[in-house]
Structure formats: C-alpha cells, structure tokens
C-alpha cells in the first residue's frame, strides 16, 4: 500500500509505460484530431459541394430580402416595450435574410455575423406549399414541407401569392401528372 502512494516522481519508467499502453489499447493509436471524423471532413473539404454544379444555368424568378413593409411594421411597433423581441427579429431578418426562387431550387441564405448558412431545396423533393397572409396581404409567410418532412420557412416575403403559384407549378410539373390525364379535359367531358 506505501508503494502505491509513493511520489509521482518516484514511480518507474517501466510502470509508466505499462500504463501508457494499456491506455493505448483501450484509446487506440490515432490522437486528437486525427479519428474518422477528422479523415470524413477532411474527404468532404476536398469534395466541390454537389448542388454547385446542379444549379448552373438556372433562371431567377424573385430574389431579395423579406419584406420592408413587415419592417417598418415591426419597427413601429417596437415603441411598445411588449413587441420588442420582435422587432429586432424583423430587423435581423431584413438585414440577414435572402430568399432566391428559381426555376431550379428554393434557397434560403443567412448571413448573420453568429452563424452563416444556405438551404438550397430542389423542387423533386417539395411536397407541399402553404403561405399565410400578413400585413393586409401586402406580404406573406410562406412554409415549404419537404418530402422528407423538413419544413423550409420563408418569413415576410413580398409577392408571396406569385411565389407560391410558381413553385406549385414546379412542383406539379415534375412528371407526377399521369399520362391521359389532360385529355379527357381537353375533350370537353362532363361528369363526375
């Protein structure tokens, strides 16, 4: 028992390595840093991102940031010590936020100071669009469910009726109308 607590500077080299290597066997060999996470993103940095090429070529349909009407709204608001949060939410949003609708995808860039990020959603994977009027109509709340249940939300945004007439368009025109199903209104049937 007086050997276990002698000094550490009395401890062997010889017991020093043996737990060392027991250390090693349990740990593994590789050091911080340096595990199949690091070798995963190491592979992803060499990588150009995959949507960079998917979108070449695409046509533009509305880009901007969300609405200033639901800015000045909120900022007017924001003299009431109550509607304060979400005054400087509409703030953040308006200097932050873009939205970009193509003809090819929906994207979604935040370029706050805290955190930057883009959400690029092609049409193959919407499943549904719902938008929700707000300020007299003037500007709408847009929410984009994906087929794998993720839900995209695009906040104040300007045109937002045409905006969702247009990516319902995309969404229907990705091949899921089946084949004769215009005809029988082209031919001007009538019943149920």
Not at 107 to 126: A, F, H
Not at 180 to 185: L, Y
């Amino acid at each position: 028992l007086a050997a276990a607590r002698a000094a550490p500077g009395e401890e062997s080299d010889a017991d020093f390595e043996a737990r060392l290597s027991k250390l090693k066997t349990v740990k593994g060999e590789t050091g911080r840093g340096k595990g199949a996470k690091a070798e995963k993103k190491a592979e992803a940095a060499g990588k150009p991102p995959a949507s960079a090429a998917d979108w070449a070529g695409e046509t533009v349909f509305f880009e901007g940031p969300p609405a200033q009407g639901d800015l000045l709204t909120n900022v007017a608001l924001g003299f009431t010590l109550l509607w304060l949060p979400l005054t400087l939410a509409s703030v953040g949003r308006y200097l932050w936020v873009n939205y970009k609708i193509t003809d090819k995808r929906i994207s979604v860039r935040s370029s706050s100071p805290l955190q930057k990020e883009q959400t690029d959603v092609g049409y193959d994977k919407v499943a549904s669009v719902v938008a929700v009027p707000r300020g007299l109509g003037l500007w709408g709340d847009m929410v984009v469910t994906l087929k794998d249940g993720a839900k995209v939300e695009l906040r104040a945004l300007e045109r937002f009726q045409e905006v969702k007439a247009y990516i319902e368009e995309r969404i229907t025109g990705e091949g899921d109308v089946p084949a004769g199903a215009g005809d029988a209104a082209s031919q001007g049937s009538k019943g149920f």
